[in-house]
C-alpha cells in the first residue's frame, strides 16, 4: 500500500509540474526537475594547446556575470560549465546572453526533453540523458544540455557529477588530442562520455539478467515474476532514452554546418558504430527478458507438475488400498474372508500387491 | 446483459449515422456527431500587438452572418470560434462564405474524421482529435477542425471547452509572443495546445497501468483481466487518434505553403519533438499493458498452484492415515495388533510418525 | 465430419478451376467464378449535364453488340455495366473491341485476381473486391473489375447488386456533381462507394469482437474459441483483400495518365484518407482478435482455478474429518476415548472445530 | 530414434557436401545435390513463328557437343534443355562454352543456392526453386537454372520433370502468343509456369491446415501438435525458397538490359502481382499455423478443465457422504443415533439430501 | 551456485577491461580481449602470378620491424598476418607505420569492436568476427581486423587458426584465380572464407535444433528448457555478430573506393547472395527455436493431463466405493440389507458394475 500512495505522489508532483506548462506559451522557460530553489554555479575551463586557465564564478554578481559572457568571445577553447538548473531566470538570462533561442534554453531546463539535436545558424543545441549509477546501484537519469558555439562549448547541468571528469583529467594532463582541437572535438568528446557511461548501464542490466536466469530456474516464485516485470519496464525506459542516439549524431554527421568539421565527424562515425551497438544490445536485452518471463511461465507450469505428480501417486496409491480396508470393515452377517484363519494377512498381501503394482506402473511413467 | 445492449445501440446509432452517408456523394455535409439539434454560435477574437476586440454573433442573423464573414479580409488577425457542428446547412453556408472547399467543409462537421492536413491554395485544414478527462476522470474525444488563412484561424468545434483556454488568456494579457506573430503562430498555438492535452490523458494511462501493476500482483481476479483488456483498447484507440498527428507537422514543417512562416516552422519542431515522444509513450503502455496481462496469466497460474498444494498437502497427509485407521477398521476374525494392551497408541505413534514425515517432506520442498 | 469433407470438396473444386489456368498461356481468358454457364447481360447509362438515357442490350444479337462498342465514341459519359463474366468468349470479344489488352481481359474474368490498377496507353484497369454482407449477414467478396476510358466507365462484375445503386441514383437525380464531371469522376465514385462499403464489413466485425469479449468473460466454451479463431481467419481474408487499396488510390494520386484530372485528384486523396483509416482499424481488429484468445485462455485458468477450489476444499475439510471418523471406528481390545460417556459428542465437537478452522483458513486465503 | 538418426545422417551428408565447397575458391563448379554419377542429356527445342524442330543429343560425344553450341548463334529461338547437373567437369564445359561466367555455372549446379537474378554483358542469370509435389504427395524442392540469352534460353535442371511441359505444348501447339514472340517471352513463360506451381503448394499448405484446425478442435493430441510444428517449419521453408522471387521479378521490370524487352515486361509486371500474391498467402498461413498451436493450447487447457470438473464432482460429492458413513461407523459406546430405530434410513435420507444438493449446486456453475 | 560465481567473475572481467577504456580519449589503443602479455608474431606471404614467397618475421627486433614495413611499398601482393593483438604498443607503433589511422589501430585491437568497414583515403579496415567451433565443439568468436592497402592485406588476429587455411593453401599451389588477382581479390577471399565459416555454425544450430524438437517431444523436463533458453540466447549472439556483414559488403558493393575493382564487385556480389541467406537461416532458426518453446510449453501442460487422468480415473473409480464400503460399515442397530443371506455378494456385485460403469465412462470419454 505504502508503494502504492508513493507512486501515487510522484505522479502528482511530475503532474503538477507538467501542469506548469499547460497553457505556457512555448518557449516560455520552466524548469520541470525536482531541485528547486538551488543556486547556480558556473566553472569555466579555457584552454589552448600550450596554456589552460581554470575559473569559478559566482554567476549572481553582475560583476562576474559579465566575464562569464565574455569568454564567448575568447579565441581559446572555453567549456563553461553550469552547475544547478533550477533558477529559470537566471538561465534565461544567460542564454539569452550568449545568443541562444528561447526554445533551447526552454529545452534546457526542461528535464523531461527527449533526447535531440537542433541545428541554429550561429550554434548546435544537443539535450541528452546522461545515465549512470548511484551509490545504491540504481539507475539514475540526469537531464543535460550541450551547446556548441565558435570556440565556446557550454554544459548545462543539474550536478556536479564525474561522468565528464575523464575529459577534464584529460585536458588538465595534456593527454590524447584534446588540447590540439577545436570545441567541436570537445563537444563530441562529451558526447562520447556519455554514450561510454551507457555501456555500464547494459553491464548492468545485463547481470541482473543472468542472475534473474538462474533464479527462474532454481525458485520461480511470484517475486521473481515481478522483478522480471520491473527489468522489462527499466529496458523499455532506458530504450527511450537512449534510442534517439543514434539518429542525433547521425544527423550531425550529415550536417553540413560550418561548427562540425571534418575531422570530427570521423569521431563522430567512431561514436555512431557505438551507439548501434547499444541499440542492438538492448534489442537483445528486451528480447532475453521476454524469454525470462516465458522460462519462468514454463517453470511454474513444471512445479504445478511436480506437485500434481505427489497427489496423483499418493492418492492413486492409498485410495484403492482403503477401499479394501473398508470391505472389511462392513458388518454384513456374513463375509466369508473374516474368517479365514489367514485372512487378514491374505488381505495384507492384497494390498502391498497393489502398493508394488501402483509404485512399478508409476516408476514405468517415470512420475518417480 | 444490459452492457450488451448498450453496446449494441450504440454500434446501431453510429452505423445509422454512417449509413446517412452511404451513398452520398464526396463532398456531401453530413452531421456525424451526437448533437444533433444544437444551435451554433460564434465568438471571434480580433487583434494586433496593441490592440484586442472580442465579439459574439447570432449566427442564424443574415446582419451577424455578413459581419463574421467580413473578418476574413481584416489586416488583423482574426481568430473566429465556431461552436457547434449540426447545424449542417449553417458549417455549409459559412464554409462557402470563406471559401473553403466543399470536402473540407465535409469533413469539418465530420465527427469521425481521421486527424489530417490538407493544403489548399489559399489556406490549410486540419482535422484533430481534442482528448481531456471530464469530471468523471472519462476520456472525451472531440472533434475539432482548425482552418488557416491569411490573418485568419477558423476553429469549428462541438463544445465550449478550456483546452485553447491559455492561449486565450495569453492573448488576452499580452504574456508570450503570440500578439507580435501572425495566423500561422495561433494556429500553431492551437495545435500545440491540443498535443499538450494528450500528455495528460498519457499519465491518466500511466497511473491505470500502476495501479493494475498492483492488482494484479495482489489479487488477479478474472475482473482485473478484464480492466487490462480495456486498458489495452484504450491505448489502441488512443493511439489511433493521436498517431496521424506526427506525420501532420512533418507535412506542416516541409510545406511550401506561404501561410507557414519559416518562424513558425521552428516550433512546429518542437511540436515535433513532442509528437514523437508521444508516440513513443504510447507505445511503451502498449507494452506495459501485454506485460500485464502476461503477469496476471503468470499470476493466476501461481494462485492455482498454491490451491493444489494446499489440496495435496491435505491429501497427501490424510489419505494414507485414514487407510491405516481403516485396516484396524476391518472385521477380521483374527487380527493380532487389536489384542495388544497399547496397540491403540502403538498406531497413534505410527500415525503420528507417517504425519511428521510427510510434514518434513513437504518443508523441504519448500511447499510450506 | 460432414464439414470436413464440405472443406475438402469446395478445395477441390477450387484447385480444379485453378488447375485449369495452369500451364496456359498468360493472358489466356479463364472465368475463374463458380457460375459457369450464366448469360452475360449490358446496362448502359449515357448522360451528360443537362441529358440522360438508359439502355439495356442483348449481347449476345451481333447488332446490339456493334450498338455497345459505339458508346466508346459517344462524347457523353456512357457507364457500361457488364453482368456476367462467366462467358470467357463473349468478354473476350467484347474486351478486345473496347481495346483492352489480353491481360486485362484475363483479370476481368479471374475471380481470383488480386487487387490492383494497372495503367495503359488509352485506359486504366482495376479490379477490386466488392465487399457486403447478404441476407444471412454472412460476407460476400464479389470480383469486379472497372475500366476508365476517355468518357467511358466499363464495369466487369458477375451479379447486379446494389453497392453502385448510390451512384445510379445521383446520376439520376443529379444530386451531387456527378453530372457536372468527367468519366474519370465517375470512377473515383464506384471506388468510392466500394470503400464505403469496406466500413460497413468493418462495423460488422466490431459487433461480433463486442458479442465474443462478452462470451469470453462470461461462459468461455471452446466453441467460443473457435469463434475467435474464426473471426482472427476473416481478418485476415478481408485484410487480404482490402490492403493493396490504399496503395492503388496512392498510384492514382501520384499518376500522371491523362485520364485522371486534378480536380478528382482531390478526391481520391479523400479515399485515400478512408483507406487509410480502414486499414488502420483492420489491424486494430487484428491485435483485439488476439486479446480475445489471450482473454479466453486465461479465463480457462480462472474458471480451471474455481474448479481446483472447489475440490481442495471439500477434499482438505472431510478427509481429515473421515480420518477421525476412520480413528474410532478401529477395533483395538482398548480405545480408552470410546468408552467416555460423551466419548461420540467431544468428537463432533472435535469435528468440528476442525471444520470452522479450515472454513476461517480458506476465507483468510481469499477462496470462499 | 530411428528417426533421430536418420536426420544425423541427412545433416552429415548435407555438411560434408557444404565441407566440400569449404576453402575452395569462388568460381569452382561442384555439384551440391545428391544425385552423384548421373549422366547429363540435352534436348533442345528451336523454333520460329512458322517453324519447330526438336533435337535430342548425347552431350558426351564431342560431335553433338558441338552441335549444340552452335545454337547459340541460330536466328530461330533455342531452348536448350539440360538435364542432370552432377558431371562438374561437363557442366563447367557447356556453360563456358556458351559465354558464362563461373560465378554463373557454380550457381547452376550449386543446388542449395538462393533463388536470384544476376544481369550480366551479354546473359540474364536466374536461379530458382521448382516446387512441387510428388506421388506421395510431399513437397519437392528442384533447383533450376535459367539462362537468357540472345535467342536462346538455357534450362539446366536435374530431373525430366513436367513443369514446364505446358510450355512445351503450347509451343508444339502454337496455341498462346509463345511462338511469336521472343526469347525473353520463354524466359517469362518458364519464370511463370515455376510460380503457377507455387499456388498448387499453397493449396496444399491450406488443406494441411483445414485438416489440422478439424483435428485440433476434435482430439488435441500431442501428435497433432507436432503436426502442426511440422506445418510451422514447412511454411518457414517455403517461404525462404518463394521469397526472393518478388524481388527478383522486380529486379527484372527495372532492368535496362536490352535482353529483356518493354512486352515482356507488361507480362513480369502480372507474374509480379502473382509473387506479390503468394507472398501475401504465405504470411497469412503463417499466422494461421501460429493461431492453430494457440487453438491446441487452449484445447489441451479445456481438456483439463474437463478431466478436472469430473475429478471434483466424484470427489466433491461423495468424500462428504464416506464421512458420514463413517461418522456412525464409529465404535463409541454411546451414539444415540444408532439406536435410533429408523436411524439406518435417516442417514440414507441425509446423504441423498447432500447428494442431490451438491448436484444442484454444480448445476448452477454449469459443469454439469 | 559455482555457475553464479563465475558468471560474475566473466562479468567483472569484462567489465573491468571495459572500464579500462573509459574516460579514455577516442583513438587510445587499448587491448580488449583476454589473453594479456602474449607476444604478436608476423607471418608474410609475397605472391604474384609466377613467384611466391613466405617470410616470418621477430616483431620485436627493430630489423625485422623494418623489413616488414617495406612490404608495403612491394609491387606484388603482401598478404601480412599478425597474430596476437594483446601487445597495444607494437600494434600502435605497426599500425602507425604502415599510415593507419588511430582510429582503426583501437578498432582492431578492441575484440569487442562491432563489425564494420571503414573506408579512408588509402586503405579499407574492416573487423569481423571469425565464428568458428573448438574442439569440444563450442561456438568461439574471434575478433579480426583486415586491412586493405594497395598491394597489400594485413590480417590482424589473436590466434593462427586455420579459418584462411585454404586460402593460403589455394595460393601457394596455385589453384583459382587468386594468384593472378590484386590484393582486393585477397581481401574478398579472405571475408568469403569468413563467412563460409559462419554456414558450418548454422548447421550445428541446426542439429542443435534437431535434437531439442526430438527431447522436447520425448521428455520434455525443465533441463530441456533451459537449454532452449540456451539456444535462443546463442541465436541471438550469434546474430549480433553476423548481421552487419550483410550491410558491411553492400557498403564495398557501392564504393567508389579505387582499392575496390570491378571485377572484385562480381565476387562481393556472389558474398552479398551468401549473407543474405545467413541472415534468412538466422530468423528461420530464431522462429524455430521459439517454436521450440511453444512446443515445450505444450507438452508439459500435455503431461500434467495425463497425470491429472490417471488421478481422476483412480479417485472417481475408489471414492465411490469407499462410500459403499462405508455405508454398510456402518453400527446402526438396523441395517437391513446386513443380514440378508448373500447381502456382501450383492455389495461386491454392485460395486463391480458402479466399477465396470465407470470404466467405460472413462473410456468413452478416451481417457484410457
Redesign the interface.
Known amino acids: 500500500m505504502g508503494?502504492?500512495k508513493r507512486?501515487?505522489k510522484v505522479?502528482n508532483k511530475?503532474?503538477s509540474r507538467?501542469a506548469k506548462?499547460?497553457?505556457?506559451?512555448?518557449?516560455?522557460v520552466i524548469y520541470m526537475g525536482n531541485r528547486e530553489g538551488e543556486k547556480s554555479s558556473v566553472h569555466i575551463l579555457e584552454y589552448q594547446e600550450h596554456q589552460i586557465d581554470e575559473f569559478e564564478f559566482d554567476v549572481y554578481k553582475q560583476e562576474d556575470f559579465e566575464k562569464i559572457i565574455e569568454f564567448k568571445n575568447s579565441p581559446s577553447i572555453s567549456w563553461i560549465d553550469v552547475i544547478g538548473l533550477s533558477d529559470e531566470k537566471l538561465i534565461e538570462k544567460l542564454g539569452t546572453s550568449f545568443g541562444l533561442?528561447l526554445?533551447s534554453i526552454e529545452d534546457a531546463v526542461n528535464t523531461n526533453?527527449?533526447p535531440?539535436i537542433?541545428e541554429y545558424d550561429n550554434y548546435i543545441f544537443g539535450v541528452f540523458n546522461m545515465l549512470y549509477l548511484d551509490h545504491n546501484n540504481e539507475l539514475v537519469a540526469e537531464h543535460v544540455a550541450i551547446v556548441l558555439m565558435e570556440n565556446t562549448v557550454i554544459v548545462l547541468q543539474e550536478l556536479k557529477d564525474d561522468v565528464f571528469?575523464?575529459?577534464y583529467?584529460?585536458i588538465k594532463s595534456k593527454?590524447?588530442?584534446?588540447r590540439e582541437k577545436g570545441a567541436d572535438y570537445l563537444f563530441?568528446?562529451l558526447l562520447?562520455?556519455i554514450i561510454?557511461?551507457y555501456?555500464?548501464i547494459l553491464?548492468n542490466i545485463?547481470?541482473k539478467i543472468?542472475?534473474l536466469?538462474?533464479d527462474v530456474?532454481l525458485?520461480p516464485t511470484?517475486e521473481i515474476?515481478?522483478d522480471i516485470?520491473l527489468l522489462?519496464?527499466e529496458v523499455?525506459?532506458i530504450r527511450?532514452w537512449i534510442?534517439p542516439v543514434k539518429e542525433m549524431i547521425s544527423k550531425l554527421i550529415d550536417t553540413e554546418h560550418p561548427l562540425i568539421t571534418k575531422d570530427t565527424k570521423?569521431?563522430l562515425?567512431?561514436?555512431m558504430?557505438h551507439s548501434?551497438?547499444i541499440n542492438?544490445?538492448l534489442q537483445?536485452y528486451r528480447?532475453?527478458s521476454m524469454?525470462l518471463?516465458?522460462?519462468?511461465?514454463?517453470?511454474?507450469?513444471?512445479?504445478?507438475?511436480e506437485?500434481?505428480?505427489?497427489?496423483?501417486i499418493?492418492?492413486?496409491i492409498?485410495?484403492?488400498?482403503?477401499?479394501i480396508?473398508?470391505?472389511?470393515?462392513?458388518?454384513?452377517?456374513?463375509?466369508?474372508?473374516?474368517?479365514?484363519?489367514?485372512?487378514?494377512f491374505y488381505?495384507w498381501g492384497l494390498m502391498i500387491l497393489i502398493f508394488v503394482g501402483l509404485l512399478f506402473y508409476f516408476k514405468r511413467?517415470?512420475?518417480l
Open positions: 508503494k502504492k507512486t501515487a505522479t511530475k503532474q507538467r506548462k499547460m497553457g505556457k506559451a512555448p518557449g516560455s533561442n526554445l526533453q527527449r535531440k537542433d571528469d575523464g575529459i583529467n584529460r593527454t590524447g588530442r584534446i563530441f568528446a562520447d562520455a561510454d557511461n555501456f555500464v553491464e545485463n547481470s543472468e542472475i536466469e538462474e530456474y525458485h511470484p515474476a515481478q516485470q522489462k519496464k523499455l525506459r527511450r534510442y570521423l569521431f562515425r567512431d561514436a558504430d548501434i551497438e542492438e544490445t537483445v528480447e532475453m524469454s518471463m516465458e522460462m519462468y511461465i514454463s517453470n511454474v507450469s513444471n512445479k504445478m507438475n506437485v500434481m505428480k505427489v497427489l496423483t499418493m492418492a492413486s492409498f485410495i484403492p488400498l482403503t477401499f480396508a473398508g470391505v472389511y470393515g462392513m458388518n454384513f452377517d456374513y463375509i466369508p474372508e473374516l474368517h479365514l484363519k489367514y485372512g487378514y488381505v511413467k517415470n512420475w
